[in-house]
């Protein structure tokens, strides 16, 4: 049984404090709004204040004990995301659990330092983001990092480690180009539990099954119009974020991967110790310019 958003009544998320990525749409928002109604203090982190303002205002008047604000922040920028993590830290606002959950598919154009936008925006942006909160989650009673990853990760056979690097022209990224960066958000997780062995942070990949969210807004009309009859709600499709950023029973456990509300394996490559540290790497390198 998956846990069913709009079921649960008890305010058990109060005092806890929830930074989610691309929360004005999609999977993000049905997850913030889930959060705020058990008192969960909620921070939507979006690069757009007018498109988020409904949300947030919606939020605020129906769970006050939320506490719900907007946090400036385009994931695919490096800038932004540095600018996002400083102010925020500044604030002294506290972190419990970071949701990277911000992600697009099959786009043609380079981000603004240079990199595909597609591995910009879901992956090597919130690697950075979660490098420069990650002091915040760790003052937490118990911390989670938790990555909005997919099943996609399945087909990818090998990393081609060139997609980590600048360019000059856009090319573009379809299906494969999103599986390889979900399969990197499951290697993140899987490394970063390892490097906070011996901490109160935990960390967790997902499926959160196929959603009709923005995250297909790349797509020809007709392609994103079509696929999304066979796809999840929004509100399905955050059952499975709403369970590893929530659930007790997961507090002791660190670095898995879920589809839906069940624990899962992932792909060989997924469970490769040398490819996550490689790969943490690679990225360190791209996201610092080093």
Request: hydrophobic letters at 40%; glycine letters at 8%; one cysteine or more.
């Amino acid at each position: 049984m998956g846990v069913t958003l709009t079921r649960v009544n008890s305010m058990d998320l109060q005092g806890r404090s929830f930074f989610v990525t691309g929360a004005n749409s999609g999977i993000g928002r049905a997850l913030v709004e889930a959060l705020a109604a058990r008192g969960g203090r909620v921070v939507l982190a979006t690069r757009s204040e007018e498109r988020t303002r409904p949300v947030l205002s919606a939020i605020q008047s129906r769970y006050p004990a939320a506490r719900a604000q907007w946090v400036s922040l385009d994931v695919s920028d490096l800038g932004s995301v540095r600018r996002a993590a400083q102010a925020f830290l500044a604030s002294g606002q506290p972190i419990d659990v970071l949701v990277n959950n911000a992600g697009i598919a099959g786009t043609r154009a380079l981000s603004k330092d240079g990199f595909d936008l597609t591995y910009a925006t879901n992956h090597i942006g919130p690697f950075l983001l979660t490098t420069l909160l990650l002091p915040r989650v760790r003052e937490a009673p118990q911390g989670r990092v938790v990555n909005v990853a997919s099943g996609a990760h399945m087909m990818v056979k090998r990393i081609d480690w060139s997609v980590l690097e600048r360019r000059l022209t856009p090319q573009r990224s379809g299906l494969t180009d999103y599986a390889v960066t979900k399969l990197m958000n499951v290697l993140h997780a899987k490394e970063l539990a390892r490097r906070l062995t011996g901490t109160r942070v935990t960390t967790y990949a997902l499926h959160p099954g196929a959603v009709a969210s923005n995250i297909w807004r790349s797509l020809p009309r007709p392609l994103q119009w079509f696929g999304k009859l066979f796809m999840l709600s929004n509100e399905q499709g955050a059952e499975s974020p709403l369970y590893c950023a929530t659930a007790p029973e997961l507090a002791a456990t660190t670095g898995r991967y879920y589809d839906r509300t069940r624990e899962a394996r992932p792909s060989p490559l997924a469970e490769d110790a040398a490819l996550a540290e490689e790969l943490w790497t690679r990225t360190e390198a791209a996201a610092t310019g080093n």
